[in-house]
């Protein structure tokens, strides 16, 4: 079982910069694909970015491509979230997801919130303009 606890978020400038991280407890940190999804007040979570077990294969939503960037160690059982260029419509709760490694190709699901077994507390990102 992994739990999972976010760190970084902030207020910040338009167009500045916040790295979040997400460090994992368990022993297994290699088994899962990772997530990032974001919810801002009175919207739907939605999907972020995503990495895969040794992060080989990366993904991400049309509206942060290009400027944010997902990555992991594994020896550290931590996945980061860079975000640069931020905008005031990045404003949001962010939680990490893991995501157990049952086989087949996590292109297929990577987006979807109801692929992941385990949830961060979320860490809340405010961009002023």
């Known amino acids: 079982q992994e739990q999972l606890v976010e760190s970084g978020g902030g207020l910040v400038q338009a167009g500045g910069s916040l790295r979040l991280s997400c460090a994992a407890s368990?022993?297994?940190?290699?088994?899962?694909?990772m997530g990032w999804f974001r919810q801002a007040p009175g919207k739907e979570r939605e999907f972020v970015a995503a990495i895969t077990r040794y992060g080989r294969s990366t993904y991400y939503a049309d509206s942060v491509k290009g400027r944010f960037t997902i990555s992991r160690d594994n020896a550290k059982n931590t996945v980061y979230l860079q975000m640069n260029s931020l905008k005031p419509e990045d404003t949001a709760v962010y939680y990490c997801?893991?995501?157990?490694?049952?086989?087949?190709?996590?292109?297929?699901?990577?987006?979807?919130?109801?692929?992941?077994?385990?949830w961060g507390q979320g860490t809340q990102v405010t961009v002023s303009s």
């Open positions: 997801a893991a995501a157990l490694f049952r086989g087949g190709p996590f292109s297929n699901s990577y987006s979807d919130s109801r692929s992941y077994n385990y």
């Open positions: 368990g022993r297994t940190f290699s088994s899962y694909n």
